[in-house]
Each structure stands twice: as C-alpha cells, then as structure tokens.
C-alpha cells in the first residue's frame, strides 16, 4: 500500500471513482438526495452516517456507493421511490446544437409556469416528465423533444390553452427581440409585487420600477427646477411652485406633469433593453397610456402594457399596511391620508387605459392576478403575426 493510500485510509476519507475521476464523498450531497425524494431530515441524516461509517477510509465506485446507499435504506425500512438514488446514476442530459445540461425537474417547471399554470401543477407536470424518461431508461433528451413532451403533458390534462401559452413563450426565450412587459397603475394597487412574481415565473431577470426612476432624477433635479418630482405622485399638487390651471383638478394635473417628466427616465430605460436585447418587466404609477410613445419600439421589441386596479378601498388600506411592515420609511396613515387622491389618479389613469385599449386587471386576489397577467402576456405574443410559420418547439 503506497504513503498517500495509507494516508487516505487513516484519515477515513471515502473516495469516489467514476469515469471522471475521482472525487471525495460528500455526506451533504447524500442527504439532499435523499431529501428529493421524500425522506425526512431525520431519515436522510441517519442514513448518510451509517454510509460513512460504512465505508470510511476506502476507495469506492459509484455504483458501490450507491448499491451500500440502496442496502442501508432497505435494512431501515424507508422503502424509497425506485429513482430514490437518481443522482448516484447516470444523469439525463439535455441537448441543443453542441450543448448539453443535466435535466432538472425545477427548470422544467419553472418553464411551465409560463402557461399560466399553479407552481404545484408544473412541478406535477415535469415529474411525470421525468418519470417516464427513467422508465424508458433515456439518458439523453434533444431539447426540443423535451418542450414537445410537455406541450403533449400539459395537452393531455386537458390544458390545451395552457399548452399554447407555454409553446408561445418558448418561442420568446431566445429572441431576436426582447419582450417588454409594463404593468402600470395607481400607488398601492400591489404593481411591484406583481411584477416580481410575473418575472419569476416568465424567468425574466430584469425588473424595473419608475419609483427608481424619479429617485435618481430628484438627485440631479432641484425642486426649483422641477417641483413635481420631488413629492409622491398622490401629493404632487402640494409641491411648492405647482401652478394649477383653473377648472382642472390639480391632483390629476400635477401627477401627470411628474409623469411626462419620469417618462425621460422611462424611454432610457426602454432604450437600454432594446439595445441590449434584455426582456424587462418595468412597474410604475408613471406608465401612463398614451403618454409614452410605444409605436417607436414596434419594430425592435415585443412591448405588452398592462393596467393595474384595486376598485375597494378596504384592499387599498390592507395593502398600505402590508407595504408599511416591509419599508418602515413609508408610514401606511399617510397613504390612508390621501386615498382620496389616489382614487382620482386611478380613475384618471383607467380613463386613459379604456381610451388607447390598455387591457386592465383588478387584483382581487395575487394568484390569480399573476396568472392572469401570465396569461394576457403569451397570448397576446402568441396572436403576433411575426411567428407565422415558425416552428414553436
């Protein structure tokens, strides 16, 4: 026996030989394997230790590693699923062109979650995925093969819309151009947490707010050059210089000058995107319909404007608390203070929407105003006549 097998030994490392290499036992590893596949902590702990005690100091393959794995779980009675030891077996590779990932259960279902599916139902979905590449014994999936298998998953538990939503937006994941989603609407009608949630779900990295639009524009701005910035969008008629027109309403007034002035900050950040080729969802009050010239990024990017609305008040005093205990700045009586003037600026605001076609969704219920935005997006990508004739998958 050589100095450094010696060594090996008395220290009571276990390593690991496959066709890569060799590579030592990690007892972490094991237990989150065994976590995947339904054991708890307690269990999956127990018999990580017994497989190190097991085998401590020796040199092991992986298909011993995980024949000692499958024996410890039999003797204890655990019972697992027949995949229970997936990740001591070969893995399913993933292809495209010259590339190749592991597939994963979580990236195929948050892929699904494009066709405006619940989380528990895609997860449901990419397991049965799963579960029918292991029984097959495939170890490599073309890419395409796999999106096709769950159009047919989802086609087959009766979702055809669901179907062609999740196709829809496959066909957005590598764009020419990027897919620009504004979601607009009045202080506290729950945009940002929307948003947030609709880019989780799309896989979209990029999310943007006007509120850090008009921060960095009161940095370079003083109030004397440009008051209505430099005061909510719900008090900006009480900014110091705001000169109202006789006969207009000066909440509504004043919002929109800070609007049309955030707007700069709102064509940059369009810019950047397109430049960049960068999917973005963007959420402000200062997305007015109408007042941003969207028609100049109809050749460069797939733009989808959505409006935001909370019609009880009750929702909005509820929402103000909930914003209140995450951001102590923002006390919720001052929002409460002035829900009068909110309610003008979403009546102004839902006024415009139904002038220039802006489609609108009350936010009864986060959920399902997630899956509603979810569903608007895709569909309407879906209906663009520049896909005609190209292969969805």
Known sequence: MSQSEEGKRDSGRIVVEDAGGTRPFMRGILIHSLLSQGLSFEDAYAV?????????????SREALGAAVAGIVKESGLEPDPTALAPLTP?????????ATPFSKGILSQSLLAAAVEPAEAWEVARSIEERLVREG???????????????????????????????????????RPVLILLGGAPGVGKTSL???????????????????????????S???????HASSYAAWTAEG??????????????????????????????????????MVLDGVSLLPGRLDLDAYRERAY???LMVATFDSDAFKSRFKRRAKGEKARTPHRYIENLDAIVRIQEYILELAETHDVPIVENLSFDRSVLSIIRQVTETLAKLEVTDGVDPL
Do not use: C
């Open 91 to 99: 893995e399913i590779a993933v292809t495209h062109d010259d590339d």
């Open 48 to 60: 990580a230790n017994e497989v190190r005690d097991a085998l401590r100091g020796r040199t092991v």
């Open 223 to 229: 109030p004397d050059l440009m008051p209505a910035i």
């Open 242 to 279: 705001f000169d109202p027109t006789p006969g207009a309403d000066p909440v509504v007034e004043a919002f929109t000058d800070q609007a049309s002035a955030v707007a700069v900050g709102v064509k940059a950040l369009l810019d950047r995107a397109v430049e960049e080729n960068a999917s």
């Open 138 to 176: 495939r170890r490599v999936v073309e890419r395409r093969e796999l999106r096709r298998l769950a159009y047919e998953a989802l086609e087959g538990a009766d979702r055809k819309r669901a179907a062609l939503r999740y196709l829809a937006w496959r066909r957005f994941q590598e764009p020419e």
């Open 195 to 221: 948003a947030l949630e609709v880019a989780h779900r799309l896989g979209i990295g990029r999310v943007m707010s006007t509120d850090a639009i008009r921060q960095v524009m009161r940095i370079m701005l």
């Open 303 to 305: 733009v989808v404007f």
